[in-house]
């Protein structure tokens, strides 16, 4: 049929899409929270002098972040504390 689109998502694929896009949101959204608090570009670098400082809040922030997971689980929402490890884009931790 001219018009009419030849892929048909399964329920269980668009359940994950819509999955993952939370994911993704999520992540942005602490990404931006992380640039605003830490006063940082948005590659996450800060000047060499201010790297103590900025280390120690980044400390902060993920104990924050990691909490807040805590909180969620506690509810029984979907961001547990395995999940919110994953979704933190740093290495440092």
């Known amino acids: 049929m001219q018009g009419s ?5 399964s329920e269980r694929e668009i359940s994950e899409h819509n999955r993952q896009y939370e994911d993704f949101e999520a992540v942005q959204k602490l990404k931006m929270w992380l640039k605003q608090s830490l ?9 060499n002098e201010v ?3 900025a280390k120690d ?27 919110a490890d994953k979704l933190w884009s740093f290495d440092l931790r």
Do not use: F, M
Not at 5 to 9: A, E, G, L, Q
Not at 59 to 82: H, N
């Open 5 to 9: 689109c030849p892929y048909s998502p």
């Open 39 to 47: 006063n940082t570009n948005s590659d996450g670098w800060v000047p």
């Open 51 to 53: 790297w103590d400082a």
């Open 57 to 83: 809040a980044h400390k902060a922030a993920y104990e924050e972040w990691i909490q807040t997971a805590r909180a969620s689980e506690a509810r029984g929402d979907d961001l547990t504390i395995v999940k």
